[in-house]
């Protein structure tokens, strides 16, 4: 199989390329049938194409950004906000006090 991972441009394919080449390495790995010497050299290109392609997600990521139009015309580059699940979270606070009867009386010490 070709192994375009070692052309020394890894980091200027595109990313779907990169995850392709990647599934074949692990496929290859998987299957446990490369001699031990083979395996550690597709270990480590798998390893440089992950790390490619974690590259180029960031460089994507850095370039997405979201255009507000102000009242008077003018664009203002946002970058775009993270997704929920990484955003940092505080304490929940009760939206509500406790209802009576439903051990709200209790002093907690």
């Given at each position: ?8 441009a ?16 692990v496929k ?8 031990l010497e ?6 480590k290109?798998?390893i440089?194409?992950v ?6 997600l ?10 507000l139009?102000?009242?008077?015309g ?11 699940s ?13 209802k ?10």
């Amino acid at each position: 199989m070709a192994n375009r991972s070692n052309d020394g441009a890894a980091k200027e394919r595109p990313y779907d390329d990169l995850i392709a080449d990647l599934e074949i390495c692990v496929k290859e790995l998987e299957e446990g049938r490369l001699p031990l010497e083979r395996a550690i050299d597709r270990f480590k290109e798998g390893i440089a194409l992950v790390k490619a392609a974690e590259r180029r997600l960031q460089e994507a990521e850095g370039q997405v950004n979201l255009l507000l139009r102000a009242e008077d015309g003018t664009e203002t580059v946002v970058p775009f906000p993270a997704a929920p699940s990484e955003t940092p979270r505080g304490p929940r606070l009760a939206t509500s006090a406790p209802k009576p009867g439903a051990g709200g009386d209790d002093i907690p010490f």
